[in-house]
C-alpha cells in the first residue's frame, strides 16, 4: 500500500457551533461550503477539515469522535492488503468522483482509505 498523503480530516462536534467559531477564530480557517449541520473547511493543500453536528449523516462517519483520511494510489489492493491482515474494514462510499472505505486500526479507532472512482 502506498499512502500518497493526508486528505480529509472530520470531526462530531458536541458542541457543533463552538467548533465551527474555533475553526474560524482561533485556527484562521475560512468556510469552502456548508450545509445544515455541516460546515467545511479547504486548506491551502488541498485536503479537507469537515466539523459535523450531533446526529447529521455524514457519509458512514462514526457517531462522535475524529477521523483522519488517507489517500492511497491503489484503493482496490489498499483494501486487499487490509483484509489480509485482519483488518475490519467497510463498505465503499461514493461522492464527486472520490471513493472511501472506513476501517478500524488495531488503536480502535475508525480512519478512512481515499481514492479515485
Do not use: Q
Not at 456548508?34 to 479547504?42: A, Q, R, T
Not at 472511501?100 to 482509505?113: H, K
Request: proline letters at 5%; aromatic letters at 12%.
Amino acid at each position: 500500500m502506498k499512502i500518497l498523503g493526508l486528505t480529509w480530516l472530520g470531526t462530531r462536534a458536541a458542541d457543533f457551533d463552538a467548533t465551527v467559531r474555533f475553526a474560524e477564530d482561533v485556527l484562521g480557517l475560512s468556510r469552502a461550503f456548508e450545509h445544515e449541520g455541516l460546515v467545511g473547511f479547504g486548506l491551502p493543500d488541498g485536503s479537507l477539515f469537515e466539523i459535523f453536528a450531533p446526529g447529521v449523516p455524514a457519509g458512514g462517519h462514526p457517531p462522535e469522535g475524529v477521523v483522519g483520511g488517507f489517500e492511497v494510489d491503489d484503493l482496490t489492493a489498499a483494501r486487499a492488503e487490509l483484509e489480509a491482515a485482519g483488518i475490519e474494514v467497510g463498505e465503499l462510499h461514493t461522492a464527486s468522483g472520490g471513493v472511501w472505505f472506513y476501517f478500524r486500526a488495531p488503536d480502535g479507532n475508525l480512519y478512512e482509505l481515499v481514492g479515485s472512482a
